[in-house]
């Protein structure tokens, strides 16, 4: 039996990193989100074989992308930012 198949999902930024307001921890260490940001977009590509006989083989090939991805930024600082 073949099977191809294709899953597309959207994946929403938690508020947290939404929130443009700067959180200061301390003199060294400060937390800001960025309200521009997009979803992702997360695409899934596969093709899937299986045969059920005398012994039972099952072969997989998947091919994941995602669009607009969220990465984190730090910097370290050495003067205080208060």
């Known amino acids: 039996m073949y099977a191809?198949?294709?899953k597309q999902h959207?994946?929403?930024p938690g508020i947290a990193l939404l929130n443009p307001l700067i959180l200061k921890k301390?003199?060294?260490f400060s937390n800001t989100g960025n309200?521009?940001?997009k979803p992702v977009l997360i695409n899934n590509i596969g093709f899937e074989?299986?045969?059920f006989k005398k012994t039972?083989?099952?072969l997989g090939l998947n091919y994941i992308f995602s669009k607009n991805t969220i990465q984190?930024?730090?910097q370290n600082r050495t003067t205080?930012?208060?």
Do not use: E, K
């Open 4 to 6: 191809a198949i294709f």
């Open 10 to 12: 959207v994946q929403r």
């Open 26 to 28: 301390d003199p060294y």
């Open 35 to 37: 309200p521009n940001l």
């Open 49 to 51: 074989y299986s045969r």
């Open 56 to 58: 039972a083989i099952a």
């Open 72 to 74: 984190r930024i730090t």
């Open 80 to 82: 205080p930012l208060y």
